[in-house]
């Protein structure tokens, strides 16, 4: 299968699905990944694996509608079968999203439905939580309100600031996004209404616990 990879930083993500291609736990391609930012360190780490990369800067268009546009024109000639988003900080309009639909993934650092949007770690301090956590999720036109697939969690420690907590729910994010690309890849996983089905089966509305 051709995947797409759309960035907008430093690819951390990206690299987790390139090593999953290359040990087998991922059978597909990684045809292209594009950034809106020609300094996202992303891009090196896929140019020096070999793959084609593109940069689109948002500021070069008009509006919205005009960059994912922009977008599905630079991936058609790569006949990607499933976009994932690691880390692309743009919001998809239905120019991109009725393109996609059902093969569009994304990961979001909060065990959602709770703390949609940005600043997700702060947000789980603040509210004393003790727990956080990551989720794969089909992307929809709600803001990180898809249907999600999986989720990892991390117990918030007392002496837990952003910058702690973040690094280790990234590390949870590299064991749970190549397995959830992966049931895709391999048939398992597709979207059906607004419901993501594994094996035919419902996904429960907060995710399959990867814990479990």
Request: aromatic fraction near 6%; charged fraction near 15%; include cysteine.
């Amino acid at each position: 299968m051709n995947i797409a990879v759309l960035i907008s930083g430093n690819g951390s993500n990206l690299q987790g699905l390139m090593d999953a291609c290359n040990s087998g736990q991922l059978a597909a391609n990684i045809v292209m990944v594009i950034s809106n930012r020609d300094d996202a360190y992303g891009l090196e780490r896929a140019a020096q694996a070999g793959i084609a990369t593109a940069t689109l800067k948002h500021q070069d268009f008009a509006s919205r509608e005009d960059f994912d546009a922009a977008l599905v024109a630079a991936l058609q000639p790569a006949a990607v079968e499933l976009v994932v988003l690691a880390g692309f900080m743009r919001i998809l309009t239905p120019v991109f999203l009725d393109r996609y639909r059902g093969r569009l993934l994304n990961i979001h650092p909060s065990l959602l439905p709770l703390y949609p949007g940005l600043h997700t770690h702060a947000r789980a301090l603040d509210a004393g939580d003790a727990e956080a956590g990551s989720t794969v999720h089909f992307v929809t036109p709600e803001l990180d309100g898809g249907p999600p697939v999986l989720q990892a969690r991390v117990p918030v420690m007392p002496e837990d600031d952003e910058t702690s907590l973040a690094a280790r729910v990234l590390a949870c994010e590299h064991s749970i996004y190549p397995l959830a690309v992966s049931w895709f890849v391999q048939g398992r996983l597709r979207l059906v209404g607004n419901q993501a089905l594994l094996d035919e089966q419902v996904v429960p509305a907060s995710g399959i616990d990867f814990s479990g």
